[in-house]
């Protein structure tokens, strides 16, 4: 919308007040500039001592799942120490059938499935590369499940440098 003025002083009088306005913020940081800590999954897990914040993760693969019709997910210690093993295995190839693994953890369950990935240095990251492949979305969408566990290890001498584990179970 363009406003049209017969005269000048309506245009004077809006631009002195926007000056004013700008004045008020003068030495002072921009509204739009993030202040405090990086969010948890925008962080880089390329480092020592790097580990996925398991509830940034639920709660962003819960909302997704939210936003698709489905219920959210709870953590669950048996499925995050089975994740935990699979990530610092650094071995994208299962380590045996999942079933066995979560049996081997103490977990009982009749419907479990996993996404495991490498190269993706933040959850946001890792989220999107899941979102955008069918196989991994599905899982991650699989109306069965409504536990999780997730986790990270990072391998600086390898390749891919940070390896991933989210493991899903009713």
């Given at each position: 919308?363009?406003?049209?003025?017969?005269?000048?002083?309506?245009?004077?009088?809006?631009?002195?007040?926007?000056?004013?306005?700008?004045?008020?913020?003068?030495?002072?940081?921009?509204?739009?500039?993030?202040?405090?800590?990086?969010?948890?999954?925008?962080?880089?897990?390329?480092?020592?001592?790097?580990?996925?914040?398991?509830?940034?993760?639920?709660?962003?693969?819960?909302?997704?799942?939210?936003?698709?019709?489905?219920?959210?997910?709870?953590?669950?210690?048996?499925?995050?120490?089975?994740?935990?093993?699979?990530?610092?295995?650094?071995?994208?190839?299962?380590?045996?059938?999942?079933?066995?693994?979560?049996?081997?953890?103490?977990?009982?369950?009749?419907?479990?499935?996993?996404n495991v990935s490498a190269g993706?240095?933040?959850?946001?990251?890792?989220?999107?590369?899941?979102?955008?492949?069918?196989?991994?979305?599905?899982?991650?969408?699989?109306?069965?499940?409504?536990?999780?566990?997730?986790?990270?290890?990072?391998?600086?001498?390898?390749?891919?440098?940070?390896?991933?584990?989210?493991?899903?179970?009713?």
């Open positions: 919308m363009r406003l049209m003025f017969s005269s000048p002083r309506p245009r004077v009088a809006i631009l002195l007040a926007f000056g004013a306005l700008a004045g008020c913020n003068a030495g002072q940081e921009p509204a739009t500039r993030a202040t405090g800590p990086e969010p948890p999954m925008y962080r880089s897990l390329a480092a020592a001592g790097a580990r996925v914040d398991p509830v940034t993760a639920r709660d962003m693969i819960s909302l997704y799942r939210r936003n698709s019709g489905l219920g959210a997910l709870t953590l669950d210690d048996g499925l995050q120490r089975v994740a935990e093993t699979q990530a610092q295995s650094g071995d994208l190839a299962a380590r045996g059938e999942l079933g066995d693994r979560l049996a081997g953890a103490g977990v009982q369950t009749p419907a479990a499935v996993e993706y240095h933040t959850l946001a990251e890792a989220f999107s590369g899941w979102r955008d492949s069918a196989p991994h979305n599905a899982r991650m969408l699989d109306q069965r499940v409504k536990r999780m566990g997730i986790a990270t290890a990072f391998a600086p001498g390898a390749k891919y440098k940070v390896y991933w584990a989210l493991v899903l179970a009713d």
